[in-house]
T-cell receptor, first 113, second 109 residues
Framework: EPEVTQTPSHQVTQMGQEVILRCVPISNHLYFYWYRQILGQKVEFLVS????????KSEIFDDQFSVERPDGSNFTLKIRSTKLEDSAMYFCASSGLRSNEQFFGPGTRLTVL | QKEVEQDPGPLSVPEGAIVSLNCTYS??????FMWYRQYSRKGPELLMY????GNKEDGRFTAQVDKSSKYISLFIRDSQPSDSATYLC?????????FGEGTQLTVNP
């Protein structure tokens, strides 16, 4: 069964450093998303991406964040200068024609020291 | 008022019990309703997807939506220890999902 994959599973970084989280969405999907979940809190929407551009973003997704689909298979989230409060699980998701029927990857745990 | 409210539990039931999980919402624009299961430190797994009022059944799971009351439920029949997880309701009007807090369920053998 096709699934969303994410790398790395755990990333540790120093405050102020740049990180890139990587995702391979399900191959025939059209919509791509990033969500985050701070430990003990609810899953929060960051951004949606369709047709090579951002279609929607939340107030969390400020200028420190960017997304890219550099080739036909990968989808990345870059955080330019990490802060302590960026520590969270980051989930990539993708969907087909029904944009809100979203399938999630296993997540990348980001720890900012 | 929160857009989506979900009782965080924890909920503990014996094996074989019927489990009822619930969410309420305040945003009338929500048209699509999902239930996800999340095991500890894993990604949410889509269990049920529906967009109309009424019931939708899939195996031991039944999703119920009442748009007039802004209330959704997930019923699990014949619950198993492997059902022990956190259950998240999620709702959407467009492509952005808004999640509930999650209800932690433990099914005891």
């Amino acid at each position: 069964e096709p699934e969303v994959t994410q790398t790395p599973s755990h990333q540790v970084t120093q405050m102020g450093q740049e990180v890139i989280l990587r995702c391979v969405p399900i191959s025939n999907h059209l919509y791509f998303y990033w969500y985050r979940q701070i430990l003990g809190q609810k899953v929060e929407f960051l951004v949606s991406f369709y047709n090579n551009e951002i279609s929607e973003k939340s107030e969390i997704f400020d200028d420190q964040f960017s997304v890219e689909r550099p080739d036909g298979s990968n989808f990345t989230l870059k955080i330019r200068s990490t802060k302590l409060e960026d520590s969270a699980m980051y989930f990539c998701a993708s969907s087909g024609l029904r944009s809100n029927e979203q399938f999630f990857g296993p997540g990348t745990r980001l720890t900012v020291l | 008022q929160k857009e989506v409210e979900q009782d965080p539990g924890p909920l503990s039931v014996p094996e074989g019990a019927i489990v009822s999980l619930n969410c309420t919402y305040s945003n009338s624009a929500f048209q699509y309703f999902m239930w996800y299961r999340q095991y500890s430190r894993k990604g949410p797994e889509l269990l049920m997807y529906t967009y109309s009022s009424g019931n939708k059944e899939d195996g031991r799971f039944t999703a119920q939506v009442d748009k007039s009351s802004k209330y959704i439920s997930l019923f699990i029949r014949d619950s198993q220890p492997s059902d022990s997880a956190t259950y998240l309701c999620a709702m959407a009007s467009g492509s952005r999902l808004t999640f509930g807090e999650g209800t932690q369920l433990t099914v005891n053998p």
